[in-house]
């Protein structure tokens, strides 16, 4: 039972380059999420999908592309990366409506230089 | 606009004393409220929720009080123990609308022998 997986779990970029975080969970969950979470900031919504072929920006969505091709994936990249997107980042998954809890992956540290 | 604010960034019990957590909100809408636990190198993992028709939830030493009026939810955990030392998150997660699942910046307790 792996709930919620990402991929990779560290990665380092040079500033410019671009890359894509993997998230897969097999809990047949509708909506999906991205997080990053920074020093005294909490975690911030970045995108989420509310199913399969949908995306939606959160709070921090700049820099910032998803996609939901298949229900169980969403992916989320970084077409020229920054060093302020240097973060920790995580994906979780949720059924909602009276089951409104989310289930988190371990994270993905990224560091940008 | 869906806003959550933790404004203590820090929490320091004694071992089976109370730890009374705070939480305030801003959206008005149909919500379900939910309190995560975050330890380090780990995603946030679901401890308790209490949707906004409810005053009270409790699950054994955790019990989530929700203030309509005062628009303010707390999580108390009882007896403490050193094992409930992490980061502790609120969430806000609408139903209907937006559907986003918003955080709060986070509180760290801390829970002395």
């Known amino acids: 039972n792996a709930g919620v997986t990402q991929t990779p779990k560290f990665r380092v970029l040079k500033t410019g380059q671009s890359m894509t975080l993997l998230c897969a969970q097999d809990?047949?969950?509708?909506?999906m999420y991205w997080y990053r979470q920074d020093p005294g900031m909490g975690l911030r919504l970045i995108h989420y999908?509310?199913?399969?072929?949908?995306?939606a920006k959160g709070e921090v969505p700049d820099g910032y592309n998803v996609s939901r091709l298949k229900k169980q994936n969403f992916l989320l990249g970084l077409e020229s990366a920054a060093p302020s997107q240097t973060s920790v980042y995580f994906c979780a998954s949720a059924l909602r409506g009276f089951r409104p809890e989310a289930f988190f992956g371990q994270g993905t540290r990224l560091t940008v230089v | 606009d869906q806003q959550v604010k933790q404004n203590s960034p820090s929490l320091s019990v004694q071992e089976g004393r109370i730890s009374i957590l705070n939480c305030d909100y801003t959206?008005?809408?149909?919500?379900?409220f939910l309190w995560y636990k975050k330890y380090p190198a780990e995603g946030p993992t679901f401890l308790i929720s209490i949707s906004s028709i409810k005053d009270k939830n409790e699950d054994g030493r955790f019990t989530v009080f929700l203030n309509k009026s005062a628009k303010h939810l707390s999580l108390h955990i009882v007896p403490s123990q050193p094992g409930d030392s992490a980061v502790y998150f609120c969430a806000d997660s609408t139903q209907g609308g937006s559907e986003k699942l918003v955080f709060g910046k986070g509180t760290k307790l801390t829970v002395n022998p």
């Open positions: 809990m047949n969950h509708e909506y």
């Open positions: 959206n008005s809408m149909f919500d379900y």
């Open positions: 999908s509310v199913g399969e072929g949908t995306t």
